[in-house]
């Protein structure tokens, strides 16, 4: 979860850009693109040429679907559907289980005025316990969050409740131009740090954990293991990851290196090690990443990211970067430790000292220059993450359309999917249930003296690879594919699972799969949300209230020319040279100004600093 604070405030004048990054379309085969008017494009097996997942945080289908396509319209944004909406979404709704349910509490339509609410348990074994071997009717003794505090919305099993198309009204407006799946869930149960790496690798297994003071370059590994960071450890404290250990390759994990928690080292291979053998093009970008206090380039010292946060809806300020959200940090081959800037645009995406990690405002210099990554990965500052407890879906709105109003505004937008997925589900109600493809024997007992996996994961298929804790499929979760290649207004069934993204990435740019009982190997395709014969070559633009704007043909956009310059406190910013009017307003920088050169325009930025305790 990502903390709070009231440190350094950056403000940013106007609407804040964020930045983009829709879930990537998962496992795609070769032979789709073969014999349309679309074929491949050079170097990949179907029209798409970039990808760019948007990866949320903590929602479950229900939560944002329970009654989809049919909003209350009594309150918040009105949602008109359209009557080519087809009927056979699988939802509260449509099961009958709005007045007829089987837990303690009914669930309850939460209004916009709700948007804050407390967060729930969201952990790997009480997760198996609250769907009860499918029956799925004991959330509220196990995932709950009881009373909530510090001004958040709680109510008598709140854990039960969802929003409506007056609420989440983008969400379901990209339901309505584009595609949803309404069978995908988590790679395995459990919170954000496995549903991270199982985006990128599909394996939370070959965890070790490191001593927070032994640096983050060569962490040395712990002489016991961890019982946070790490379960189920082997004789050489190898293990799986069930809970959310920072990263042990980043300056700004443990608060800025200030705790003395144990860190998180993966083993093993992901999807960025794959994509930089074929020489693929790829980056992750996050809200915050830019270091409020750079690295002075000391051995032994830390850049530090805590000074940089934003106030949600709520009037909560909430420190922008989590480390734990960061899943390429855990892999030595794939971090940024010190949280380096590109030197140039060109630079994004490729080989250089940033290595792949990015801050949010390298990815609109990358878009907007005709330069962005056949791979991104969007992560969006933690109050606009949809993370209940420091953010909400009224500011993960704003972040989804803004970030996807810039992408088809775009030059590349002809040929690239964004996938909007989620890390976990936040332990949210939802009633479907998927039979565990993998097992885990965990009889290990928390203090209720319940043990880790449940009898329905204990009796499931064996272990693949014989790696215990991973028992999934776990909950489900929303997934949209919005591009000029998916199918318009349709509800995809396939069962997909986060893993599918990195599946979809592996097959359109033939990658090979990352092996090691990864789950690409049996993630469900993500193509069927697709298609490629008969292209939408849709424009839909949002407003801020999740209202459609316009809907209209694609329109051909020219690259402005980008920079990376440094900011007062070496941190960097996006300069552009736009003639469009369009703004670039970076996230989280402590840069005086960005300026546009062509136009003579210049965007301020305003820091401004509020002292108070962290």
Not at 240 to 262: Q, V
Not at 552 to 572: C, D, E, F, L, Y
Request: aromatic share 8%; proline share 7%; net charge neutral.
């Amino acid at each position: 979860m990502a903390m709070r604070g009231k440190t350094h405030v950056i403000r940013t004048l106007g609407a804040v850009t964020g930045a983009v990054a829709l879930a990537a379309l998962g496992g795609g085969a070769p032979a789709l693109a073969a014999g349309g008017p679309h074929p491949g494009t050079p170097g990949t097996a179907t029209p798409i040429k970039h990808v760019v997942v948007i990866f949320d945080e903590n929602i479950s289908f229900d939560h944002y679907f329970a009654t989809y396509p049919k909003a209350a319209n009594t309150d918040g944004t009105k949602f008109t559907p359209s009557p080519k909406t087809p009927r056979d979404v699988d939802n509260l709704r449509t099961a009958g289980l709005l007045k007829h349910n089987p837990n303690q509490y009914l669930p309850k339509r939460l209004t916009p005025q709700q948007a804050m609410t407390c967060d729930q348990n969201h952990e790997y074994g009480p997760e198996q316990y609250a769907y009860n071997a499918g029956k799925a009717d004991k959330f509220v003794q196990n995932t709950d969050s009881g009373k909530c505090s510090g001004g958040l919305f709680g109510e008598p099993g709140l854990v039960m409740d969802y929003y409506d198309g007056n609420t989440v009204t983008g969400l379901w407006n990209y339901a309505q131009h584009y595609a949803l799946n309404d069978r995908s869930f988590g790679s395995v149960y459990g919170p954000s740090s496995p549903g991270a790496i199982n985006l990128v690798s599909g394996q939370t297994h070959g965890v070790i954990s490191t001593d927070p003071t032994s640096g983050t370059e060569n962490p040395k590994q712990t002489a016991k293991p961890d019982g946070y960071a790490v379960q189920s450890p082997d004789a050489k404290g190898v293990g799986t990851m069930i809970n959310d250990p920072d990263p042990a390759f980043d300056d700004c994990s443990g608060k800025d290196h200030s705790s003395k928690n144990a860190l998180a080292a993966m083993q093993g291979r992901n999807i960025g090690d794959l994509l930089n053998t074929r020489n693929v093009s790829w980056g992750w970008f996050q809200g915050g990443f830019r270091p409020s206090a750079p690295w002075d380039g000391k051995q032994g010292h830390y850049a530090q990211c805590r000074g940089t946060t934003h106030t949600n809806v709520g009037g909560a300020a909430v420190v922008d970067y989590s480390p734990h959200h960061a899943p390429f940090q855990y892999y030595k081959s794939t971090a940024n430790p010190h949280h380096l800037p590109p030197k140039s645009v060109d630079e994004i995406g490729h080989a250089g000292q940033a290595n792949h990690n990015y801050d949010l405002t390298d990815f609109d210099a990358a878009l907007r220059a005709g330069k962005l990554p056949a791979i991104s990965f969007l992560k969006a500052p933690a109050y606009q993450d949809g993370h209940a407890g420091n953010s909400d879906p009224l500011d993960e709105q704003h972040f989804l359309v803004d970030q996807i109003n810039h992408i088809q505004q775009a030059p590349q937008w002809k040929d690239t999917a964004v996938v909007v997925a989620y890390d976990d589900s936040d332990g949210w109600y939802d009633h479907a249930f998927a039979k565990p493809r993998n097992g885990s024997k965990d009889s290990s007992t928390d203090a209720n003296g319940k043990s880790t996996d449940s009898p329905a994961c204990q009796s499931g298929p064996a272990a693949a690879g014989g790696y215990q804790d991973r028992c999934g499929p776990g909950t489900r979760q929303p997934l949209l594919v919005v591009s000029p290649y998916s199918k318009t207004n349709h509800i995809d069934h396939t069962a997909t699972e986060q893993t599918s993204v990195i599946k979809f990435i592996e097959d359109n740019w033939h990658l090979g799969r990352i092996g090691d009982a990864s789950f690409d190997a049996r993630a469900g395709a993500l193509t069927s949300m697709f298609d490629f014969r008969h292209p939408n070559n849709k424009q839909v633009l949002l407003n801020a209230d999740g209202s459609v704007k316009s809907v209209g043909p694609i329109r051909p956009v020219k690259p402005v020319r980008t920079s990376i310059t440094q900011g007062a406190a070496m941190q960097n910013t996006a300069a552009v040279d736009d003639q469009s009017g369009f703004p670039v307003l970076p996230v989280g920088i402590a840069a005086a100004a960005v300026a546009a050169g062509a136009t003579g325009t210049f965007f301020a930025l305003r820091r401004r600093k509020e002292q108070g305790a962290a």
